[in-house]
């Protein structure tokens, strides 16, 4: 109207303002239908979706009707969303519940209660060959199951709108015990990846037991912090030695090792070059997969500093660059590139691959941190499929500087040994996201460990006294095992350890005089002198010797650590809050995997160990732990179940 009045006053001619006056007529219903269609502001809707006992939901599914947007709870059943009408409607849905619409009128806090499903889960989920028949879910979420056929590695999983379960995991031939005196040395590379502890976790708290291929029990110790001195020389990281009782088997002795990284201020970390890889396929559609990544990796943004740069590579059908390198400082930029991405199409993972790493090498920063973050669910189906052409053109980047760390999300199809392989090939890291919590724990929490290098092929030689041990068997590590003679050769490549990052080996060993079913004896050698002639007296004390090998990153030439582990200073101190809780995991892990060498473990032994060792548990990681036992005590109870009837079937 404004401008109406500004073309009247203008007009010096009676017959312009006669006809600006006709026409005004028309323009008016015009300018006030321009204003009728301002821009309405976006509206942040959060709440808390919980059952009707008010239990949270965890992981539900919250989407917008008819739109595209999609988030997914967080552990404690908590939400948050944007739309761009207050008129819009909610529909909120998890496995195992009625999904249920909410108009938001308005509202910013919106609160649901979703009420249980009465009908029977009827899908069939595919478990290597035969089939599992889900017939029946409590209102805990607690699944009753009948079993054909075998469970061959594949995880059986409870999951939403998936018909067939697809999952991927390798089969894990356990470390046996081993005669001290046949076989003396001990050799692998360390292990920082901790992705079975969450996917296990995921698996347990969907209401299933997991197989047991998906049972790593050094990343479910190595997911939790240890309180391991700092190093104090220009060593990047130190180590402890501990020994006491095994608490599954009485007459064993179970030592335990533990290496702490150096941790470094963030300020003072070097430069950043990142690839953020996104699996934009039509599998990513799910809220836990590509929603999940995208709120992922802006916590990381968040993280990020001036003189650190990103850059973003997609692939589905094809793989492209959807974000030139972009700094640290310039976070809108970065989370709106992420905020554009749609999923949709089929897997071009290795296309993907060779166009994130080609991309890190474009921009190289010298004496930095070139990282590519694969972020996806490893089901690559379309180009580089095969296992051993992906293995070798990771295995190949690797010698170029720049390391790799794999994010796994989503469930019931997700490639759990194919994103292994990767990370395992690419001097990198396995983590497994199953909810914001975890993203943060990795990605916030861990940062420098997670995405900071200061140690790279890292080895560990242990030579047994078997004057001392009689046997011993590695707890874990299966992947990770090493030829004595890769010990000393620097081109074999090892695992990596990041800044501030505990790693922690067990080996349950079998003391000289004890009787065990376990060691397997040959006839006395014709030829070998008595091992008690070899040893010298003054190291009859000692139980056993631990060789470092590492490299700092930048150099191929490795250094070595070595320490002797003596008897008589070790045994005379009291169990640590880090030896016990260690235990504890391990005891779990032999459980659910109903492990041959499990003798004696119980649930009831492990929550014992874990709850006298809870008082430094700032994050609160050992308590839900703790939670985490009880379920899965409960998971056998209540299905009438057993982990040998599993094995057996």
Aim: aromatic residues 8%; proline residues 3%; glycine residues 8%.
């Amino acid at each position: 109207m404004l401008l109406l009045y500004v073309i009247f006053k203008s007009s010096a001619s009676a017959s312009k303002i006669t006809i600006m006056k006709k026409y005004s007529f028309l323009f008016i219903p015009l300018l006030l239908a321009a204003l009728s269609f301002t821009i309405p502001a976006s509206i942040i809707v959060t709440g808390n979706i919980t059952d009707a006992n008010g239990n949270a939901v965890s992981y539900a599914s919250v989407n917008l009707k008819g739109g595209k947007t999609a988030v997914a709870s967080d552990n404690n059943g908590f939400y948050s969303i944007t739309v761009a009408d207050k008129n819009d409607i909610l529909v909120f849905s998890a496995v195992g519940f009625a999904s249920k619409e909410e108009k938001i009128k308005g509202r910013t806090v919106v609160n649901v209660i979703l009420k249980t499903r009465q009908d029977a889960l009827k899908e069939v989920v595919v478990v290597g060959y035969g089939s599992e028949k889900k017939i029946a879910q409590t209102s805990s979420g607690t699944l009753k199951r009948e079993l054909s056929g075998k469970v061959m590695g594949m995880q059986t999983g409870n999951y939403h709108d998936q018909e067939y379960n697809t999952e991927g995991y390798d089969f894990i031939k356990e470390n046996t015990f081993l005669l001290s005196t046949d076989n003396p040395l001990s050799t692998f590379s360390i292990d920082v990846d901790a992705a079975s502890y969450s996917n296990v976790r995921r698996i347990l708290n969907s209401g299933q037991l997991p197989a047991a291929g998906a049972v790593r029990i050094e990343e479910m110790i190595n997911y939790f912090k240890y309180d391991y001195p700092q190093p104090k020389n220009d060593d990047p990281f130190s180590f402890t030695t501990e020994m006491s009782d095994c608490p599954w088997n009485s007459n064993h002795k179970l030592v335990m090792i533990g290496m702490q990284g150096k941790k470094i201020p963030v300020e003072n970390l070097p430069a950043s070059n990142l690839v953020f890889l996104i699996d934009v396929s039509g599998s990513m559609g799910a809220a836990n997969k590509l929603p999940l990544v995208k709120a992922s990796l802006k916590m990381l943004t968040d993280q990020l500093r001036e003189q650190d740069k990103v850059s973003i590579v997609v692939y589905a059908g094809a793989a492209g660059l959807v974000l030139p390198p972009t700094s640290g400082s310039d976070k809108k930029a970065i989370t709106d590139a992420l905020e554009r991405l749609n999923a949709g199409g089929s897997t071009a993972g290795g296309a993907g691959i060779q166009l994130a790493y080609k991309t890190a090498m474009e921009n190289f920063t010298k004496n930095g941190n070139n990282r590519v973050i694969l972020c996806s669910d490893g089901d690559f189906n379309i180009g580089m499929s095969s296992d051993d052409e992906m293995e070798r053109l990771i295995a190949k980047e690797r010698n170029s500087g720049i390391f790799l760390t794999v994010l796994g999300y989503g469930m019931g199809n997700y490639k759990d040994n194919k994103m292994q392989k990767l990370a395992d090939k690419g001097n990198g890291n396995h983590a497994y996201i199953d909810g914001l919590s975890e993203a943060k724990k990795v990605l916030v929490n861990e940062f420098g460990g997670t995405l900071f290098t200061i140690a790279k092929d890292v080895k560990l030689q242990i030579e047994f006294n078997p004057t001392k041990v009689q046997g011993y068997r590695l707890v874990g590590y299966e992947n990770r095992m090493l030829n004595k003679e890769d010990f000393n050769d620097d081109k074999k490549d090892a695992g990596d350890l990041g800044s501030g990052h505990t790693v922690t080996a067990l080996y349950e060993i079998i003391p000289v005089g004890v009787k065990s079913n376990f060691l397997k004896n040959v006839d006395p050698l014709k030829y070998q002198q008595k091992t008690s002639a070899l040893i010298p007296s003054n190291l009859n004390n000692e139980i056993m010797t631990i060789k470092f090998r590492y490299k700092t990153p930048g150099n191929e030439t490795s250094k070595i650590i070595v320490q002797s582990v003596n008897e008589k200073a070790i045994m005379g101190i009291k169990e640590s809050e880090n030896f016990r809780f260690a235990a504890a995991v391990a005891e779990f892990g032999l459980l659910l995997r109903n492990s041959e060498f499990k003798s004696n473990a119980s649930y009831l032994s492990v929550l014992k160990l874990a709850k006298k060792s809870i008082s430094s548990d700032k994050e609160g990681y050992r308590k839900e732990f703790i939670k985490l036992v009880e379920t899965a005590q409960e998971l056998a109870v209540h299905n009438n179940l057993d982990l040998e009837e599993i094995a057996r079937d």
